[in-house]
Nanobody, 123 residues
Framework: QVQLVESGGGLVQAGDSLRLACAAS????????MGWFRQAPGKERQFVAH????????GYADSVKGRFTISRDNAKNTVYLQMNSLKPDDTAVYYC????????????????WGQGTQVTVSS
């Protein structure tokens, strides 16, 4: 069972950048498909981005396409989310998630979750 720990959140201004990191405890990290999700107050958790094991395939929500980049370093058991041109609407708790089954966008398809890291973007 893989354990995930997110870091890198914080308070920034609109237009700024942040890089989130998600460290996995599992030695077979490279076998997992990884995703980033976010949840704003009063809203459902929503898909942000995902990446396959080799980093050869990625996918993004329309709301972040062109601004966010997901990547992974299998040697460090870590997946990243580079967030540029941040907007107040990006304010949320960001979660990383892992699955062995494939590239999915629904929360129900991910078996393992981190505790989340808060990102707040002020206008």
């Amino acid at each position: 069972q893989v354990q995930l720990v997110e870091s890198g959140g914080g308070l920034v201004q609109a237009g700024d950048s942040l890089r989130l990191a998600c460290a996995a405890s599992e030695g077979t990290f490279r076998n997992y498909y990884m995703g980033w999700f976010r949840q704003a107050p009063g809203k459902e958790r929503q898909f942000v981005a995902h990446i396959n094991w080799s980093a050869g395939r990625t996918g993004y929500a329309d709301s972040v396409k062109g601004r966010f980049t997901i990547s992974r370093d299998n040697a460090k058991n870590t997946v990243y989310l580079q967030m540029n041109s941040l907007k107040p609407d990006d304010t949320a708790v960001y979660y990383c998630a892992a699955t062995l089954r494939g590239l999915f966008t629904a929360t129900k398809d991910y078996e393992y979750w981190g505790q989340g890291t808060q990102v707040t973007v002020s206008s």
